[in-house]
């Protein structure tokens, strides 16, 4: 018995060698996946309540990773673009949730306060503002610039990721005629069309990612 | 300085006259052709020219040059994930004409965990500019040049600058030596044009970048895509070489999209040390292109989970743990997993009679052995579908090699139960072995064992409680993984700890010899089919790699057995060993490649998509489709007992039911995404859709019946409504 119990200790340390070894080459991508489940995440918001995606179920929620000094963002709502939107989103009972992922440290980062004061100051209409110091949200849906757009169905499927327009520059003279992504996704869901374009490549400043843990 | 007495030269046409002449008479103090610079904190710009004065009809060089500060950066092209490529607007006179930028090769500048491609330092970015054949000498050109950039260190500010050349018409060009040569380096540094042709495929999830130009010893290879909507930026791009050249592994970007069948890029890479790059043309697979232009927008039909709804929110965590433990305690019953618990058993009786206390201690080391394996692959599984990736339940089996070695190991086990060959101490220590390390060891690894051998089946409730567990957090999903690992221990446990179950098994004796030499068939019965899952997944050459794989074990084994009495045999005996295991491995890697595509295996199905899919709703006709894969024994066994039964094909027909294949043998993005939204962490799953346009799908048990099959043919037929509503 121990002998082939010895053979099967060998073997079978065999046989997980080459496991760990094909799980090896893990991606670097982000997580979230148009046509998937929208990855689940808990954040404080800047009142300091926690939030999570869950208590969302049955809407569509739009995440807009933000950064108020980003020549990129401010673009957007220098103009009132943003802001608009986000007051036609909130008409249509759309849930907007900003999400600012700077640590500590970190250009862009702010605490409770002065995201709320960014908020009123820009006449901004999120449903919330996420703070998310620790990128753990960041890291799930893989954002990588700010503004960097998601939508999530009311299945909670994820329908859209990427830019807010197709005009990749930070001057403000790019948002005439600019074709509004979230706008057209949005729109395609309510019919219950498929969404058209539902994956698109965004632009802007880099998230500011915090070290992993 | 000279920057200077030029910017105001050129403000002041007499100044510049006398300028000229100054220059011509003192050829040390020649003034550069170079525009005034725009100076931020962080960059210097200025436009560069390589002439001082210009012919009527002549191309030459110009250069808008960033000296930018240390810790920042300027953009590429393709800007990578996030930023912005320097821009250039013209404003030229009449006749004028200016070519694009001569981008030279940039450099990946990671900010973790992103990756941006641009440059730092001194940046150079050559123009073409061609002057009319009807300049007329005597007449000033003025360059005005309006330039945009993004300069990033953290943070990122957008920066713009005019820049304007005067430059008089001459008979003679008057060359700006040093211009001249800082252009003419920069120019000497630009990608050359690669002499060879790049071919893109795809493999799976990622993008295979084959470049048989490229020579296996160059070092830090890397592939900068012109698009940027191509490949995941950030990820590494580990290389391949063979005799064909080289390849390299791209991971595909989340918005992928090519349009165009030939894409470019710039490969750098260093050559002896010297840095080198390449302009390159690739061309990419077909399907690629068009697969990228439908997935992008593709429409995806409809579908309703009836029986056991997956959603989130529908499964609580309650019912997740209960159906993942049920699930679990039935997965013992699978044929994959049954051969190994026979052994534990085995071991079981045998000790009966020895120790109540090493009984218990083996039955919660098996124990472990089964959390601690089920933790592993629950990590991965849940790493994996946190990072995005298609795997799921079984992925390793989606790896020949893998398959491969399972196939090994089930022979050696066989062997082993025949009593062909003894590794270690001698049988007739079993007793006192047993309490010995190598026993404690065998025990936890027979646990392990048996999780690996079980992964091909998915028993009922299974699928949904790990559907359930790669959409949740971690932590929940972990908690469902071990509520599986618990259902599925239970019953060795529980024997291991009933003395009265064991005092039931009869007495050791030869019965149990002849009992375990009878396991041995079950262990080869699941060489063989592992052998039959790699041909399907690498046709001939998979055979051949397991059979050459098998012997090789074989061989070692026979030899660790005749060199064991002398020294030196041994030493002989191991490198034998030694050459013989490396020499098999190579040659599996070598010869169980996946095959490009798997295919349906049966002539009466038909390939899925979700477009087929719509497109057979649309004619009317109800859709069935069948999510499988050759590893998957649940899949064959419904195959066998429902989907290929007489009754149920003829259902099919009268009904007119298409019936779709999803083979998951092999790795594959779109059917990994059809599974996760269905909740699901891998195969079997059933779908039936209705014939009507945009109808949705009904998902079908994971164990078939030909009854159920029929029934739920019908309900797709919309013959059978009244069921429909009566379904929770």
């Known amino acids: 018995m121990t002998a082939h119990q010895t053979c099967k200790t060998f073997i079978a340390g065999l046989a997980f060698a080459s ?131 998601y939508i999530v169905d009311p299945k909670g499927t994820l329908a859209y990721m990427g830019a807010i327009d197709d005009k990749p520059s930070s001057s403000a003279a790019s948002l005439t005629g600019a074709k509004s992504y979230v706008r057209q996704a949005v729109a395609e869901l309510k019919a219950g069309k498929p969404v058209s374009e539902a994956s698109t490549k965004s632009y802007g400043c880099a998230v500011k990612y915090a070290p992993v843990s | 300085m000279t920057t200077q007495l030029m910017a105001l030269m050129s403000r002041h046409g007499f100044l510049r006259q006398a300028a000229l002449v100054l220059a011509l008479l003192a050829p040390g103090l020649a003034p550069a052709a170079e525009s005034a610079a725009v100076t931020t904190p962080r960059v210097s710009a200025t436009l560069l020219s390589s002439r001082d004065t210009v012919t009527p009809g002549e191309r030459f060089q110009v250069a808008l040059v960033q000296k930018i500060s240390k810790g920042w950066h300027t953009y590429w092209q393709n800007p990578g994930d996030s930023g912005e490529a320097t821009r250039i607007e013209w404003a030229l006179p009449a006749g004028l004409s200016a070519g694009e930028i001569q981008w030279p090769a940039p450099k990946a500048l990671p900010v973790e965990p992103l990756v941006n491609f641009g440059f730092e330092g001194t940046l150079l970015l050559p123009v073409e500019i061609a002057v009319p054949a009807d300049a007329k000498p005597g007449q000033t050109i003025t360059l005005k040049a309006n330039a945009t950039w993004l300069v990033c260190e953290k943070i990122c500010i957008p920066e713009e600058g005019s820049f304007t050349l005067d430059l008089p018409v001459a008979q003679a060009a008057v060359v700006d030596e040093s211009a001249q040569a800082r252009i003419d380096q920069a120019r000497a540094i630009l990608p050359q ?175 472990a052995g089964v959390v601690s394996t089920f933790m592993v692959l629950a990590g991965i599984v849940i790493g994996f579908a946190a990072l995005g990736s298609g795997v799921g339940w079984g992925f390793q089996l989606q790896s020949p090699p893998l398959v491969i070695a399972l196939a090994v190991v089930m022979t050696l086990i066989g062997f082993n139960l025949l009593g062909a060959f003894e590794v270690g101490t001698s049988v007739q220590g079993v007793g006192h072995g047993l309490a010995s390390r190598g026993g404690r060891v065998g025990a936890f690894m027979t646990g392990a064992l048996a999780v690996v051998v079980a992964t091909p089946c998915t028993a009922p409730f299974m699928g949904a409680a790990m559907g359930y567990a790669v959409t949740q957090p971690p932590a929940l999903g972990l908690a469902v993984f071990m509520a599986l690992a618990l259902g599925f221990a239970l019953p060795v446990v529980a024997l291991s700890f009933a003395p009265g179950l064991l005092r039931l098994l009869p007495k050791p004796g030869r019965w149990m010899v002849v009992l375990k030499q009878a396991f041995a068939f079950p262990m080869f019965a699941t060489a063989i089919w592992l052998i039959w899952v790699a041909s399907v997944q690498s046709g001939p050459g998979g055979v051949l790699a397991a059979l050459v794989a098998v012997l090789a074990a074989g061989f070692i084994v026979w030899l660790s057995g005749v060199s064991r009495d002398s020294g030196r045999a041994r030493l002989i005996g191991s490198a034998l060993g030694v050459v013989a295991a490396f020499g098999a491995g190579w040659f599996v890697l070598q010869s169980a490649v996946p095959s490009a595509t798997s295919e349906a295996r049966a002539a009466d199905t038909q390939v899925w998509t979700p477009e087929r899919v719509m497109a057979l709703q649309a004619e009317g006709r109800p859709v069935f489709v069948n999510f499988t894969a050759a590893w998957c024994i649940t899949c064959l066994a419904n195959e066998r007992v429902a989907l290929s039964r007489q009754e149920v094909k003829e259902a099919f027909a009268e009904l007119k039911v298409a019936y779709l294949k999803a083979d998951w043998t092999n790795r594959n993005s779109a059917i990994a995404q059809a599974l996760a939204e269905q909740g699901r962490a891998g195969v079997p799953l059933y779908l039936f859709y209705p014939g009507k346009r945009d109808g949705q799908a009904e998902i079908l048990p994971q164990l078939l019946t030909p009854d159920s099959l029929i029934t739920a043919a019908r309900r797709a037929a919309g013959l059978d409504l009244k069921t429909v509503a009566n379904r929770p």
């Open chain 2, 193 to 367: 044009p690669a002499d060879f042709k790049g071919r893109l495929s795809a493999e799976g999830e990622s993008l295979l970048l084959a470049l048989p130009g490229i020579a296996a010893d160059i070092r830090d290879l890397r592939f900068f895509p012109l698009s940027d909507t191509l490949i995941d930026h950030a990820a590494p791009q580990p290389m391949t070489a063979d005799s064909n050249g080289v390849t390299l592994q791209l991971a595909r970007s989340s918005a992928f999209k090519l349009t165009n069948a030939e894409l470019s890029g710039v490969l750098t890479y260093k050559d002896g040390g010297v840095p080198r790059s390449l302009a390159l043309t690739a061309e990419a697979a077909p399907a690629l292109v068009t697969a990228a232009g439908q997935a992008a927008s593709a429409p995806r039909p409809a579908v309703v989970r009836l029986p056991m709804p997956v959603e989130g929110a529908d499964l609580t965590l309650w019912a997740a743990l209960a159906f993942a433990f049920l699930g679990g305690l039935i997965l013992n019953l699978m044929p994959c997993v049954l051969p190994v618990l026979f052994i534990k058993a085995l071991g079981f009786a045998q000790l009966a009679r020895a120790s109540r206390s090493e009984v218990r201690e083996q039955g919660l080391l098996f124990l």
């Open chain 1, 19 to 149: 496991l760990a070894f094909a799980a090896g080459p893990v991606l670097a991508q982000g997580a979230a996946k148009v046509g998937a489940p929208a990855p689940a995440f808990q954040a404080i918001d800047a009142d300091g309540k926690t939030r999570n995606l869950a208590e969302f179920a049955g809407k569509t929620v739009i995440l807009e990773w933000t950064n108020h000094d980003c020549p990129y963002v401010r673009k957007h709502y220098n103009s009132a673009t943003m802001q608009g939107l986000q007051k036609d989103m909130a008409k249509e009972g759309v849930v907007w949730l900003s999400v600012i992922s700077s640590p500590i440290g970190e250009q862009g980062h702010v605490e409770g306060p002065m995201a709320k004061e960014l908020t009123a100051k820009r006449d901004a209409a999120p449903a919330a503002v996420l703070l998310d110091p620790d990128s753990k949200v960041a890291r799930a849906y893989g954002a990588t610039t700010t503004p960097h757009m």
